[in-house]
């Protein structure tokens, strides 16, 4: 049972191991599908924000990012993209365990969430060299 009276654990935080064996699996098949996979012809980008307004979003470079993970070269997975690599490495982790504490308090939460898109989205405009210092 959850910290609520009669109501049900989500079967995820029942089974964690179990639940984050399945997801690393899933991760590191996507991975290595990634990294042999080659299209040729494909569009220089599939995200619609950047083809409509020519700037990165903070998720530019996550498949390469994978990608370069299922190569085995996790700088440059890192490089490509930070915020999409952290959220695929960490899914395989999401609501198996109890959250922190500052983590229920909403306001922290929009902040975290805000400050991780904001500093994806300086990283890649310096990455696309859209901004220089």
Request: charged letters at 15%.
């Amino acid at each position: 049972m959850s910290a609520v009276a009669g109501v049900p654990a989500p079967a995820t935080a029942r089974r964690p191991a179990r639940t984050v064996a399945v997801r690393l699996g899933a991760v590191v098949a996507a991975a290595l599908v990634l990294a042999v996979i080659h299209v040729p012809g494909r569009p220089r980008t599939l995200c619609l924000f950047r083809a409509v307004t020519g700037l990165p979003c903070p998720f530019c470079g996550g498949t390469t990012a994978i990608a370069d993970l299922g190569r085995g070269r996790p700088l440059a997975a890192l490089l490509a993209s930070p915020l999409s690599l952290g959220l695929v490495l960490g899914w395989p982790f999401v609501a198996t365990g109890r959250r922190p504490r500052w983590w229920s308090d909403r306001r922290v939460r929009v902040g975290v969430t805000v400050a991780a898109l904001v500093a994806a989205e300086v990283w890649q405009l310096l990455r696309f060299g859209v901004v220089t210092f």
